[in-house]
C-alpha cells in the first residue's frame, strides 16, 4: 500500500507494525500514524491439522486432554451482581462440570511449571501423567499437591531436565519431601504397566543439574566449563555420594581456584544441598583434586587454596 510521505515528498510504501499500532515510511523511516487500532480478526484456534481449513475467532485453546477439548459453559451473574436463577448455579456446582476436578489439576500444575520457570513440553507431559491416574480412576481421595508435584518431578525427568526435590518442594503449596516421594512412587506403580518403557525416568546424573547451579551463582562460560569437565572425570573415580552433591561439592572446589570464592552458603542455596552434605562430599572428592580438574585450568592455579577438608 502507497501512502504520501511528508518527508519524502511523494507516495512511498507504507509497512504497518500490527504489534506497536504504527504505519511507517519504508524508505525514510517516518512513523506516518502511531497507536492506530487493528481491525482485522483475530484468529484463536485452527483446524489445519486435519485438512479443514476452519478458523474460530472466539473461545480458548483447545486442550486434547480434556473431553470437551476444554469447552464449558458458565452460569453468569445477573443485573447489579445477583446471581439470577440460583437453581442453575447450584447445579453447575453439583456436577454440571465433570472435568472441573482435573480442570483445577491442570491449572495447579501450569502455576508450578511457571514458578520452576518450566517449558511447556514438561507442563503438558505431567498433564498427560495425571491425565492417566484420572483415567484409572485412583486420584480420588488423594491430597492434590504432591500428586502434582511428583507427577512434574517425573515429567522433568523424562524430558531430561530434572529437578530436584528440594526444588519441587518449594513450589508444591506446603506439601512434604515425604509426601511427593510417596506420591511419585504410587505414581510409577499405577502407570507402569500402562507406559511401560515410557515410565522409565533414566539415571540422574551430576552433570544434568550443572549449567542451571552455576548460572545461579553467576558463574561466567570458562568456569562452567571447567566444572564440567571436572564432573566428568569425577566419573572415573568410586565416589559413593548422590549426584546433586557431587554437582554441589565440585562447584565449591572450582569457585576456591577464581578470584572471586563463592561462599559455601550461596552454594548451598543455589544447588539445595545442606552445607554438611556439601563438605561431606568434598571431603571424598579432595584427594583426587590433582586428577580430576582439567590440565588446562589448573596449570596457571595453585591447588593449595584448596581448603583442606578439616577447615
Not at 437453581?87 to 456436577?95: I, Y
Not at 569425577?234 to 552433591?245: H, L, N, T, V, Y
Request: hydrophobic letters at 35%; charged letters at 30%; glycine letters at 8%.
Amino acid at each position: 500500500m502507497d501512502t504520501y510521505c511528508s518527508d519524502c515528498k511523494r507516495n512511498t510504501e507504507v509497512v504497518f507494525d500490527h504489534a506497536a499500532g504504527d504505519t511507517v515510511c519504508s524508505e525514510c523511516g517516518l512513523v506516518l500514524e502511531s497507536r492506530s487500532i487493528d481491525e482485522t480478526s483475530e484468529w484463536r484456534t485452527f483446524a489445519d491439522e486435519s485438512g479443514d481449513h476452519d478458523p474460530n475467532r472466539v473461545g480458548g485453546p483447545v486442550n486434547p486432554l480434556l473431553g470437551d477439548a476444554g469447552l464449558s459453559t458458565v452460569i453468569s451473574k445477573g443485573p447489579n451482581g445477583s446471581n439470577g436463577d440460583g437453581s442453575l448455579a447450584r447445579l453447575q456446582n453439583r456436577g454440571g462440570d465433570p472435568d472441573r476436578a482435573i480442570v483445577i489439576a491442570f491449572k495447579t500444575i501450569a502455576n508450578m511449571a511457571d514458578r520452576l520457570s518450566l517449558v511447556s513440553t514438561i507442563r503438558d507431559r505431567a498433564s498427560e501423567i495425571y491425565k492417566r491416574l484420572e483415567d484409572q480412576k485412583c486420584t480420588r481421595g488423594r491430597n492434590l499437591d504432591p500428586l502434582v508435584a511428583a507427577c512434574i518431578y517425573i515429567a522433568c525427568r523424562q524430558e531430561g531436565k530434572p529437578r530436584t526435590v528440594k526444588e519441587i518442594c518449594s513450589i508444591a503449596n506446603g506439601a512434604s519431601k515425604k509426601e511427593i516421594g510417596r506420591a511419585k512412587e504410587f505414581i510409577v506403580k499405577q502407570l507402569k504397566v500402562e507406559m511401560g518403557e515410557s515410565m522409565e525416568m533414566g539415571t540422574i546424573h551430576a552433570g544434568d543439574y550443572l549449567r542451571r547451579f552455576c548460572s545461579n551463582l553467576g558463574m561466567n562460560h570458562e568456569e562452567i566449563k571447567v566444572v564440567q569437565e571436572t564432573v566428568q572425570k569425577s566419573e572415573e573415580f568410586d565416589i559413593r555420594r548422590s549426584p546433586i552433591s557431587i554437582a554441589a561439592a565440585i562447584i565449591y572446589m572450582i569457585t576456591q581456584l577464581t578470584d572471586m570464592r563463592k561462599p559455601l552458603r550461596d552454594i548451598s542455596i543455589a544447588t539445595t544441598v545442606a552445607e554438611g552434605t556439601i563438605k561431606n562430599a568434598y571431603k571424598d572428592l579432595y584427594p583426587h583434586a590433582s586428577k580430576i580438574i582439567p590440565e588446562w585450568y589448573v596449570k596457571d592455579k595453585d591447588l593449595k587454596n584448596l581448603c583442606s577438608p578439616k577447615a
